[in-house]
């Protein structure tokens, strides 16, 4: 079984900083895409900021500048430190990642439960 934990998330005032962490665990063989999405009250949920095993790294327009995702291999863990936040900001953080599981003959994705952050003005 594959888990994604997601921490970090809460309340905090406007241009405030907050920084999400999520641990993948369980039977894995590779972890290849992991990323952040958001989806606020009685919206869709959307992409902010994904990473390659690689480390290239493509973000939402609206967090450009402002969030930056990072991994650590070993840990299988990733992160999103979240500056000069906004109340548009506001929003339920999931963490997603594609995922081989050993054994497995393809991969998969896998998502978090999700923290809240909000953002308050």
């Known amino acids: 079984q594959v888990q994604l934990v997601e921490s970090g998330g809460g309340l905090v005032q406007t241009g405030g900083s907050l920084r999400l962490s999520c641990v993948a665990s369980?039977?894995?063989?590779?972890?290849?895409?992991m990323a952040w999405y958001r989806q606020a009250p009685g919206k869709q949920r959307e992409l902010v900021a994904a990473?390659?095993?690689?480390?290239?790294?493509n973000y939402a327009d609206s967090v450009k500048g402002r969030f930056t995702i990072s991994r650590d291999g070993a840990k299988n863990t990733v992160y999103l430190q979240m500056n000069s936040l906004k109340p548009e900001d506001t929003a339920v953080y999931y963490c997603?990642?594609?995922?081989?599981?050993?054994?497995?003959?393809?991969?998969?994705?896998?998502w978090g439960q999700g923290t809240q952050v909000t953002v308050s003005s």
């Open positions: 997603k990642a594609n995922i081989t599981p050993r054994l497995a003959h393809q991969s998969y994705d896998y």
């Open positions: 369980g039977s894995i063989f590779s972890i290849n895409v």
């Open positions: 990473i390659t095993s690689l480390g290239r790294k």
